[in-house]
């Protein structure tokens, strides 16, 4: 076997993690044609081919499990040596953090400033999306989840509950009426949420929990176009209170039929240790027992 260079290992972390070879080049700050080039050279290099090409972008093969598991171990060495190094002047290197669409966008946006300031070398990703990354496959250094996972050498604490409930504008509600009662959703209203197949999460799923056999025919897999939606009039839907609340063109209906849910934080046991996994975790914790109100308003 030929001699490997090191940084070959680091482009076939990134790709696994990532999945897709304009990801990994993103991740690494090089083009997609360096992320082939030094695959290929390391697949060569050790007689076997680490992925399956397809639609779906890169899968791992066996051969590929087997080393993503010894390419992380090093990888983990190679943090916590950097990160002893690193107390001594303060935190650097980069930390991610996976988090719904909503709660990153219409909260965490407006306390991370903080985070920043506090630690100047410090690059700070918040992936936002319909979706989580993975703390198991390292794909992030700390996931704010909707339930606790059940498998994986992974950390979990709950974060907080935080509080759903139905809005929608003055003008919609001057055309369609005011319902009353959950009954009076099931006729003259045109109902917002998500589309059942793209649900990435059970836990998103709560038209019942307002009134059995409520059914969505607006909808949206982001719960920022289902806002959008709301608030253009097209619609009631459920939002998160810290989301509704923040628009001062929604009005809350039914008070009463108010949804509750939760947040999971999460961390890798190898990882969570780490000094900046534990700053990004006290500021997630600190910040939201501070906002707690916004999350769970009375």
Do not use: C
Not at 76 to 99: C, E, P
Not at 202 to 215: K, M, N, Q, S, T
Not at 239 to 253: K, S, T, Y
């Amino acid at each position: 076997m030929q001699d490997i260079d090191w940084s070959d290992f680091q482009v076939f972390l990134a790709l696994a993690q990532s999945g897709r070879t304009s990801d990994a080049a993103s991740l690494l700050g090089v083009d997609a044609t360096t992320v082939s080039r030094r695959l290929k050279r390391l697949e060569t290099g050790l007689g076997a081919a680490l992925f399956e090409r397809g639609p779906e972008g890169h899968q791992l093969t066996e051969a590929g499990e087997d080393l993503f598991e010894q390419v992380s171990t090093m990888a983990r060495a190679a943090a916590k040596i950097r990160d002893r190094a690193d107390t001594g002047g303060g935190l650097s290197g980069s930390l991610r953090i996976s988090v719904s669409e909503g709660f990153g966008t219409w909260f965490l946006t407006r306390y991370i400033p903080k985070l920043a300031d506090a630690h100047p070398s410090l690059t700070i990703d918040l992936v936002a999306s319909s979706g989580f990354l993975n703390p198991s496959r390292r794909e992030a250094d700390i996931a704010v989840m909707l339930s606790r996972p059940r498998s994986g050498q992974l950390i979990a604490r709950k974060l907080s509950d935080y509080a759903l409930g139905l809005y929608a504008t003055h003008a919609y509600l001057e055309q369609a009426g005011t319902p009353q009662r959950a009954e009076d959703l099931t006729e003259g209203h045109r109902l917002i949420g998500y589309v059942p197949e793209l649900v990435y999460a059970p836990e998103l799923v709560y038209l019942d929990e307002i009134h059995p056999g409520l059914r969505a025919t607006l909808r949206s897999s982001s719960i920022n176009a289902q806002h959008r939606l709301i608030a253009q009039g097209a619609g009631l839907g459920v939002l998160p209170r810290f989301i509704g609340n923040a628009d001062p063109d929604l009005v809350p209906l039914l008070p009463n039929r108010t949804i509750l849910r939760s947040f999971w934080i999460v961390t890798h046991a190898d990882t969570n240790s780490l000094a900046r996994v534990r700053a990004g975790k006290d500021w997630l914790i600190e910040t939201v027992a501070a906002q707690r109100s916004v999350l769970l308003p009375r």
